[in-house]
């Protein structure tokens, strides 16, 4: 590993996977089955065009096998919408509705009876209690974007259709998002570093661009190769790494951060552990004397890096 996140698209410490119209990450194929939707890309012995199913936990582990032992590669939240292609031994082979990714989450996370969402938590995170009371032992634990119906609106509490309260404060209209998507990035700083998290509990560079982008209302791919070839506009990289923007997009191999202002960035990061915010020379310097030199700036719109 090096000082900095080692390359986020392949955990086995390899390169990531080059571009490919039938890239795995995001295409259902494997050597026994492949999606419906892929007949005439791909031979398979057999297709499948898969069923919907919603996640019912907090954040559930995606993985490349299914096996518990392998490492995480993603997270699904609750409330997100999954297409189930197989299931056996109590895993689910998938295809995130959202992001496209593919990969195995235990089925048992997973139902059938799937409820329009009205809902999406705004905080960081909140709780699901048995009642209207803070002081009840709560249930479960809902991270940012997690989507809920709401059955009943109150002032203090709303009661959800599936059952248990959340606070009020706490949620907003599900196509309501923030403004500034750097701020979102911003509230997560000491957030500790977890290789395939999206939640305040753990989170990885990639996926702290991807659900801090989510939050305002924008669609981001997984990893990073993906975000520096389709998120934004490609901008010169300074000589002097000066002059950037905020919610300006810094890429390595591997590895992304977020500009907070023409010097300051923060990004989820292995030699911290966590997500922390430092200058953009000081990290450029090191990471360049333990990897590799600074790759590329994509620029979003204006929008995407708004204040206010």
């Not at 259709?161 to 209209?173: A, L, P």
Request: hydrophobic letters at 40%; glycine letters at 10%; proline letters at 9%.
């Amino acid at each position: 590993m090096t000082d900095e996140t080692p390359e986020r698209a392949n955990a086995d410490g390899g390169p990531p996977p080059l571009p490919h119209p039938l890239d795995p990450r995001r295409h259902a194929v494997r050597p026994d089955l492949a999606a419906l939707s892929l007949r005439g890309q791909v031979d398979a012995p057999r297709y499948s065009a898969g069923v919907i199913r919603q996640v019912t936990r907090p954040a559930v582990p995606l993985k490349r096998e299914p096996n518990p032992n392998f490492g995480l590669e993603n997270e699904v939240i609750y409330g997100e919408l999954v297409r189930v292609y197989d299931e056996r031994e109590g895993w689910a082979w998938v295809q995130i509705e959202r992001d496209r990714y593919v990969g195995y989450v235990p089925s048992a996370a997973l139902t059938g009876e799937i409820m329009p969402m009205t809902h999406r938590v705004k905080a960081l995170g909140t709780f699901i209690y048995p009642g209207p009371d803070i002081k009840t032992p709560p249930v479960m634990h809902l991270p940012l974007n997690a989507e809920l119906r709401i059955a009943e609106w109150g002032e203090r509490f709303c009661r959800l259709e599936r059952g248990g309260f959340v606070v009020t404060r706490h949620i907003g209209e599900r196509d309501r998002y923030e403004r500034d998507f750097v701020d979102i990035a911003e509230r997560l700083i000491g957030t500790p570093y977890l290789w395939g998290g999206r939640t305040r509990i753990g989170i990885d560079c990639s996926g702290l661009v991807q659900i801090a982008l989510q939050a305002a209302g924008i669609d981001a791919p997984r990893d990073t190769d993906m975000q520096v070839a389709e998120l934004g506009e490609p901008v010169p990289i300074p000589t002097e790494l000066d002059g950037l923007k905020r919610g300006d997009l810094v890429f390595w191999p591997g590895h992304v951060g977020i500009m907070s202002d023409a010097v300051m960035m923060v990004h989820a990061n292995a030699h911290h552990m966590a997500v922390a915010v430092e200058t953009l020379p000081e990290a450029a310097d090191r990471i360049a004397k333990q990897s590799s030199p600074l790759a590329a700036i994509r620029r979003l719109s204006p929008r995407a890096g708004a204040t206010g």
